[in-house]
């Protein structure tokens, strides 16, 4: 099973997957911190989903997009 390849349109459903999940899991963090009364919910933490969150920030504030040009002309 180790050495299997991922047919493209795989890869593309696990990250679409992992975004969601990675979306959902932030949200639920905002609501668990604005939340007033009626104790606050455990949420586990999970490397790979916060590491995938702060991706995606980077994506909508442009930062990373700037990381890729600075790349490109070094």
């Excluded at 696990?14 to 999940?21: D, T, Y």
């Excluded at 959902?24 to 933490?45: A, C, D, E, F, S």
């Amino acid at each position: 099973m180790a050495g299997e390849l991922r047919r493209p349109e795989q890869l593309r459903l696990k990250w679409k997957n992992l975004k969601n999940s990675a979306r959902k899991r932030n949200t639920l963090i905002r609501q668990n911190n604005l939340k007033i009364g009626g104790g606050i919910t455990y949420i586990p933490p999970d490397e790979a989903l916060d590491r995938i969150t702060s991706m995606l920030d980077a994506m909508c504030t442009g930062s990373l997009w700037s990381l890729v040009v600075t790349a490109k002309k070094k």
